[in-house]
């Protein structure tokens, strides 16, 4: 099994490609969005630990994130965003690598991931593909998705890894600016992956 990092900044398209790998070459993808904030609810380790940093308030009454103060503590200082990253992403990677040993008969997994680098999620692929567009394109897509302001979006994008960093530690980019068509991209993808696997195998 070959385990493969997707990554790429905001309104990069990264979700939209990961959707396309599992519809079309049949890749099932780990969201570590949607799968953090998941276990950060159900994983008791994570439970105990956010709740010795925040406070028993951190969790409602009915068990849910107390969201506000979630977010009010992590922009009261910017060290506190790597001491909750450090109680969560380690259960994270657990969890994605009991995950990916469920996934029977799939000869590739993927991973999504924003902050792949950041994390050191690439540090549990085997390989890293990063979805390109231009910032400009970029700051265009998510104006149009998520109804925020241009500043908002530029805010976020500096205070992500630059495209530079990223396509460096890449192994493979995926251009998403229209120079290319995607399905083709993603066909090479495959090919040189399934390669991988029979060299491996």
């Given at each position: 099994m070959v385990k493969i990092g997707i990554t790429g900044g905001i309104g990069s398209g990264k979700s939209y490609v990961s959707r396309l790998l599992t519809e079309h070459y049949g890749i099932p993808v780990y969201n570590t969005d949607s799968e953090a904030k998941r276990l950060m609810l159900s994983d008791e380790g994570i439970r105990r630990?956010?709740?010795?940093?925040?406070?028993?308030?951190?969790?409602?009454s009915d068990g849910t994130l107390n969201k506000p103060l979630l977010a009010n503590y992590l922009f009261a200082?910017?060290?506190?965003?790597?001491?909750?990253?450090?109680?969560?992403?380690?259960?994270?990677?657990?969890?994605?690598?009991?995950?990916?040993?469920l996934q029977t008969g799939c000869e590739i997994v993927a991973l999504e991931s924003a902050i792949l680098f950041e994390?050191?999620?690439?540090?549990?692929?085997?390989?890293?593909?990063?979805v390109y567009a231009p910032v400009e394109l970029r700051i265009r897509r998510v104006m149009l998705r998520d109804s925020t302001t241009e500043?908002?979006?530029?805010?976020?994008?500096?205070?992500?890894?630059?495209d530079k960093a990223k396509q460096d530690r890449s192994d493979f980019i995926i251009f998403n600016d229209g120079s290319r068509p995607l399905n083709l991209q993603l066909d090479d993808l495959q090919e040189t992956l399934e390669k991988m696997i029979k060299g491996n195998g």
């Open positions: 630990r956010l709740t010795a940093l925040l406070g028993k308030e951190v969790y409602k200082d910017s060290c506190h965003a790597g001491q909750i990253n450090a109680i969560v992403h380690p259960q994270v990677k657990a969890d994605f690598l009991k995950w990916a040993d994390s050191g999620f690439d540090n549990i692929v085997d390989k890293v593909v990063m500043e908002k979006i530029r805010q976020r994008i500096v205070a992500q890894m630059d």
